[in-house]
């Protein structure tokens, strides 16, 4: 069956430490991946998303993710981190074709300490 | 990218009251809609899927009778709940794409509080 697992539920860190948030995979044939931020109160904001080509994939905001297939993984990462960055961090994936329907992860609650 | 618009963004109801809640694709043809939940503190739950002109195709354990969506025109979709409860009160999100994009866009959300 198709999912979308986030290992990391809650995170703690302090201004300018970096981020590794994890994301992993299962689906049959090639992937489409998202990872979308929510902040306290808001909508949903895409952040990158990874079609094909280039693994290493920039976004918006300094964050980056690298699509691993080997690991089935798309972990975002930010060099290091802004009190503003604290959020919910969510992961999707869906496939390549058809409807796009999209499998989210279980998100991940980032809270940055000043 | 392509933007998406919901309206209301809240709504508080009584209980025992329908609520419409309308989603609309501003800058393009939104052939397929999709609707999904999200509880506090939670991911979002896909509810259902719409393709324009036909009938909506719900997640396993999404009552269709409660949750009758219809995507009448290639830039609305709607939501209406039915009868709705207490329990029905969370954050309703749509989102909308077409053929030629690889991804959907997203609508800012609706919060209904059902009193």
């Known amino acids: ?3 979308v697992s986030q290992h990391n539920h809650h995170v703690i860190l302090s201004e300018a430490a970096s981020l590794e948030l994890g994301c992993n995979y ?8 998202f990872w979308y931020v929510q902040y306290p109160g808001q909508h949903l904001q895409l952040l990158l998303k990874y079609f094909s080509g280039d693994p290493l994939v920039k976004g918006i905001k300094g964050f980056e993710a690298e699509f691993i297939k080997s690991k089935f993984s798309f972990n975002l990462r930010k060099p290091s981190v802004q009190w503003s960055d604290t959020a919910e961090y969510f992961c999707a994936g869906s496939k390549t074709s058809g409807t796009y329907k999209y499998i989210f992860g279980t998100g991940t609650r980032l809270k940055v300490l000043a | ?7 209301p963004s809240w709504v508080i ?14 800058d393009f043809q939104a ?3 999709f609707w999904y939940r999200q509880f506090p503190k939670q991911s979002l739950m896909l509810m259902a899927t719409s393709n ?11 009552e269709k009778d409660k949750f009758l ?4 025109s290639l830039t609305l979709s709607t939501l209406t709940v039915t009868s709705a409860h207490p329990e029905d009160s969370s954050f309703y999100i749509c989102s909308g794409t077409e053929p030629s994009y690889n991804e959907q866009f ?8 059902v009193l």
């Open chain 2, 13 to 26: 109801c009584k209980s025992g009251t329908s609520v419409k809640i309308e989603c609309r694709s501003l």
């Open chain 2, 69 to 72: 969506i219809n995507h009448a």
């Open chain 2, 52 to 62: 324009e002109g036909s009938k909506a195709t719900y997640e396993q354990g999404v």
């Open chain 2, 106 to 113: 997203f609508g800012p959300g609706t919060r209904l509080t």
């Open chain 1, 1 to 3: 069956a198709q999912s």
């Open chain 2, 1 to 7: 990218g392509a933007v998406v618009s919901q309206h």
């Open chain 2, 31 to 33: 052939t397929t809609m």
């Open chain 1, 26 to 33: 299962s689906y049959g044939g090639t992937v489409n991946l």
